[in-house]
Each structure stands twice: as structure tokens, then as C-alpha cells.
């Protein structure tokens, strides 16, 4: 059973940076992919970032990428987005997914749909 436990998140101000974390289990850990998602209140939920594992490889959304790291601990098998400089409007609930195959992120960057397992999110406030 594959379950991703998000967490993290809170109230911050302006300016601040927040480490968000997901541990997925029943994945296999040496070779997942890993998405980032957020969705605020009344949008669309709109992908963030995602990371491979096989070769390391990371992706950003446009609008966000300068502000994002995504990385890994492996000892830990959790995967970390750490976001910088936070805005009142990164105000949203983030969620960590995975898909139910082996799809690298430069085939599902951003596309919810090609998802399949979903953390419960992880609630990010950004205080003016």
C-alpha cells in the first residue's frame, strides 16, 4: 500500500522559507519520481517541482524556480522542497504525488492527471 505523508508547512511571514517534506512509502525508493503540487483557494492546482531518481534530475515551474530546491535523503527516503523568499500568494496547500508507473518527470512536469498516489497535503501560509 503506497502512502506519501506531507508535512511542513505553517504560518510564515513574508520573506521566509519553509522546508517541506514527503515520505512515501510502499514506493520503490531507489527508482520514484516525485511530484510537488499546490492548489490555492478558488485555482487550479498547479505543479511546482519534481525530481528523479534514477538520475537525479530536477524541475521547477517557470514562475517559481529561483525561490525552489527540491532534494533527497536517501537514509531518510524522503523527499525535501525547500522554498525561499515565500510571497502572501505561495499561500496555497502543497501536496507531494507519485505515478503509478515509472514516468520521468519531463513526461508529467505539472499534469495532476498522470499522478496516481497523493499525499494529504501540507497547509503554507504567507503572512503580509
Known amino acids: 500500500d503506497v502512502q506519501l505523508q506531507a508535512s511542513g508547512g505553517g504560518l510564515v511571514q513574508a520573506g521566509g522559507s519553509l522546508r517541506l517534506s514527503c515520505a512515501p512509502s510502499?514506493?520503490?525508493?531507489?527508482?520514484?519520481?516525485i511530484g510537488w503540487f499546490r492548489q490555492a483557494p478558488g485555482k487550479e492546482r498547479e505543479g511546482v517541482s519534481c525530481?528523479?531518481?534514477?538520475?537525479?534530475?530536477?524541475y521547477y515551474a517557470d514562475s517559481m524556480k529561483d525561490r525552489l530546491t527540491i532534494s533527497t535523503d536517501h537514509a531518510k527516503k524522503t523527499v525535501y522542497l525547500q522554498v525561499n523568499s515565500l510571497k502572501p500568494e505561495d499561500t496555497a496547500i502543497y501536496y507531494c504525488?507519485?505515478?503509478?508507473?515509472?514516468?520521468?518527470?519531463?513526461?508529467?512536469?505539472?499534469?495532476?492527471?498522470?499522478?496516481?498516489?497523493w499525499g494529504q497535503g501540507t497547509q503554507v501560509t504567507v503572512s503580509s
Open positions: 525530481i528523479n531518481r534514477n538520475d537525479g534530475s530536477t
Open positions: 504525488a507519485a505515478p503509478l508507473v515509472h514516468i520521468e518527470c519531463r513526461w508529467l512536469f505539472g499534469v495532476s492527471s498522470q499522478y496516481f498516489y
Open positions: 510502499g514506493l520503490t525508493f531507489d527508482d520514484y519520481v
